[in-house]
């Protein structure tokens, strides 16, 4: 079935690894030659949809870009005459992105990777609306990730997924990581610090990084590190006392159903505790618990949520576990020394019957 649509894909893109010949053919084509028509700001087309794609470009477009060694033709490979007899298929970025490409493209599988993804799936499925490479990377000034003015950047990636999950962007925007990102705080996840980048799986999907019972694994990424969590003055001990707890240990025995991080946080829209509109706020905790705990009351938000019952400051809860913890090991001691003299007074009784 993965082949299936794999192929499905390859069609939809273009052919993407057979485009020798047409490339051979469209090779005496200059630069000069293409810019008579694209090389004017106003050559634009407007497309059934109602929208307007911008046909400009010249030399300058690509300058900087990872691609400014190219010519058009190295990617338009289609393209052999001027005018156009047929109209130029969109650009397959798969000629030169693959494990084993001779052309000094990045060595990597991500395009496979993107095959198997919610993105790619959706594309053999016949959804034109699904995002290509371009979507993401850009058409012609395509820069390196790292690069603070790529649209994958990690302070662009959330408006460039922005433009297809619009009301998630807006709800992201608002939120403690949104915030932080706008500042330029480096170390806060962006939409595809949780998603992942080419290797997108639905929510339900097992292979998510967001699936049920990953989200505690995924979440714990940051919030576990001390070097992160200190230099914003939070605790680290959340990670732990979650796994401590009920919902934690039916989390790692596989339950989808336990709460998880953002069953109380939130998912794109978490907020610190203190801000009214935030699910973990006292005010809104009842409700929060109360999506699995029906009758919730204002008791719930009563006293700490993470606690960790090997610190004095839990109050009774640490002396609760301390009590239980020192009986269950004095009662096994007791019992073993009991198991100890009966088997030393049988031996005795035996040796005497002797």
Partial sequence: MRKVALTAVLVLLGGAFLPGLARDASASISLEKCTLCHGKPEFRKLLVDGRIRDLFATGDTLAGSVH?????TDCHFDVSEIPHRERPKRVTCTHCHYKGNHEGAPQSDN??????????????????KAPL??????????????????????T??????????????????????????????????????????HRIYARNDPKSTVYATHVSEQCSRCHSSIKIMGKFGIETEQVATYKESFHGVANQFGSRTVANCSSCHGVHDIRPPDDPLSMVNPKNVPKTCGKCHPGANPNFAVGKIHVDAKKKESGIIYWTATFFKWLTIGTMLALIAH?????????????GER
């Fill in 68 to 72: 400014e060694k190219k010519v058009c």
């Fill in 111 to 128: 395009v496979l990777a993107y095959f198997d993804s919610v993105h790619g799936t959706a594309i053999a499925r016949g959804n034109t």
């Fill in 133 to 154: 490479c371009q979507d993401c990377h850009g058409s012609h000034r395509i820069l390196k990730a790292k690069d603070p003015g790529s649209r994958v950047a990690r």
């Fill in 156 to 197: 662009n990636v959330a408006e460039t997924c922005g433009k297809c999950h619009m009301e998630i962007y807006a709800q992201f925007k608002g939120s403690i990581h949104g915030v932080a990102l706008a500042k330029g705080i480096p170390e806060v996840p962006s939409c595809t610090g949780c998603h992942g980048e």
């Fill in 339 to 351: 198991i100890f003299l009966d088997m030393y007074g049988r031996t005795r009784r035996l040796r």
